[in-house]
């Protein structure tokens, strides 16, 4: 099974124009193979596999750098010191290549970072607000300890200047590394990693605008910021007049920095973290929804303008942002900068020389040792000095291989290297940067490969940690009145929203059968969220399976709703109740009489209060799964909820005979 599963509360998921390409089966659901992803991916995933996937562009382009250096070193030199020239009206600029792509795209891979990191802020575990105090301060650490090694080594020295670049992770490369090399590794471990880079970023770009500027202009930072406050007020404006508002606010901000003297890609950074993100809201879907409508029944440029910008409108600005540039920087931007930057003249002189030099010497041993000590010292002493009151949200194991992850220093370091040496001295700087980078991959899969060795409650604890998990699921499952299949002391509980008349629904649903089938430790709950603006059936036929468990019967009416998705009316309905044997006349009644719309509606409110945008969406132990849909994925995601359930119950129970 391989499907595209998640229908979210608009028709979004799948346009009108592939409804009416797809081939319909006899139940109404679409033939022939759906991508996993796409809709069903958590934008945290997907950020994590594009990084993967760009990884090896970004290795290659490093390759292409050093070869090109090598071999043509007079052309390398040309191509990326030539002066471009860009005007727009009375603006212009002149720089030389390798500085647009420094100062100008690395700012769009800055911003997509910070769109990440306030995604997370938002939505994900960060929004526990107390959650991002120890990251923060494990990635201060991992900044300090690492630059006070290299100023050991060449304090006082003609690299002491280059301090900067001993100090800040590349994102981009090290969640590649570490998405290659940590396969199964639990997503948490990504997320505390990406909090540890995110301040990382931060305090690096402060870093340059402070250290490593040249003369600055007041003048013009004072209209950065007040561009800044316009960019962060912007926010209230309505959707038609955000979009060209912000776009111009946050481009007077580049080029202010620009101008003042500072880095601008403080910029992208800054606006990212200001760019909110939220879950769709049913009102702006249902009216989208009906935008679309209009245009089917008269398709006309004006109508297709209005439903366009109603589907948009119903994201938020964080996720437009990222959709459209995560890629474009991931597989572009980043693999640009490093051809321009990694270009080393490479001989046996400077080899030799490197071995020994006090600034590669110190950015090797900065990242390679002090980053990892850093970030687990900081980490295990902060949890020590509260009483556990502040402690990781991953286990030791996890923590320590975020710090050896956070040693992948290249695109910063190398920012800062060109900014702050010259000549032999970048060339060692350049060489320091590429070897630690290596060697914090190779830490990093040892750590990996010697965590995959231990017994595996040991390595459920030492990965997960004891920390407690968020709840997304904010109404727990009431046996009294939810509806559940499997034992009720299941150690994994499967939660499903989801609708009688959507196809997605319908081609998820033997995946959940064959969930009980081959575990007999689950119990699976079923709840109604009948997307009734796009399925006019879905909120009758919520009733009907209610009118039959009422008499006992919710199961099979279940199972033969989703059976027979495209034929939900009402005598429909009435004949699926005789076929059950049920009391036809009180089925008819209550259907009538609509006694059961105020269940369904419960069920739709805690589908709202939980964040739920479409069906099917899975809950497992009460965090929600935004994953692949499929029986694979699942059953890799509930054997993770039984690990962590086996790993912690002895514990569990310890503390509970103590009360």
Known sequence: MNVTPMHPRTSEAMSMSEMGQS????????????????????PLRTFLRTESGSAGILVAAIVVALAWAN???????????????????????????RDWVNSGLMTLFFLVVGLEARREFDLGDLRERRRLILPAVAGLAGMAVPVLIYLALNGGGPGAHGWGAAMSTDTALALGVFTV?????????????????????IVALVVIALAYSGHVDLMAVGIAAAAYAGVLASRRLDYRYRKPVFTALALTVWGALLTSGIDPVVAGLAVGLATSAYVPKRDSLEEATQLVRLFREQPTAEAASSASKRLSATLSANARLRHAFHRVTSYVVVPLFALANAGITVNTEVLGS????????????????????????????????????????????????????AGVGFTVSLLIADLAFTGRELEEAKLGVLAAAAGAALLTFLVQKVTAALPEEVRTRALLGDAPVLTDLVAPVDLSRDHVRGPEDAAVTVVEYGDFECPWTGMAAPTARELLAENSDIRYVWRHLPLHDIHPHAQLAAEAAEAAGAQGAFWPMHDLLLGNQTDLHFDALVGYAEQLGLDVDRFRDDLLRRRFAGHVERDVESADLSGVAGTPTFFVNDQRHDGPQDLATLTTVIT?????????APAAAIVAAAA
Do not use: H
């Open 23 to 42: 081939e319909m089966s006899g139940s109404g659901m679409p033939m022939g193979r759906m991508s996993m992803s796409g809709p069903s991916s958590s």
């Open 71 to 97: 071999l043509a070193p007079g052309a390398y030199d040309t191509v990326w010191n030539w002066v471009l020239s860009v005007r727009v009206g009375p603006l212009s600029a002149a720089l030389p290549v």
């Open 354 to 405: 490197a071995v020994t030099a006090p600034i590669t010497v110190g950015i090797f041993l900065a990242y390679v040792l002090g980053k990892p000590v850093a970030v687990f010292g900081s980490s295990w002493l902060l949890t020590r000095l509260t009483g556990g009151a502040l402690q990781p949200q991953v286990g030791w194991a996890g923590v320590l291989s975020g710090g050896a992850m």
């Open 640 to 648: 993770g909820a039984r690990s962590r359930v086996a790993a912690f």
């Open 181 to 201: 090399v940590g396969r199964g590794a639990p997503e948490r471990i990504r997320t505390f990693v990406l909090t540890v880079f995110v301040v990382d970023d």
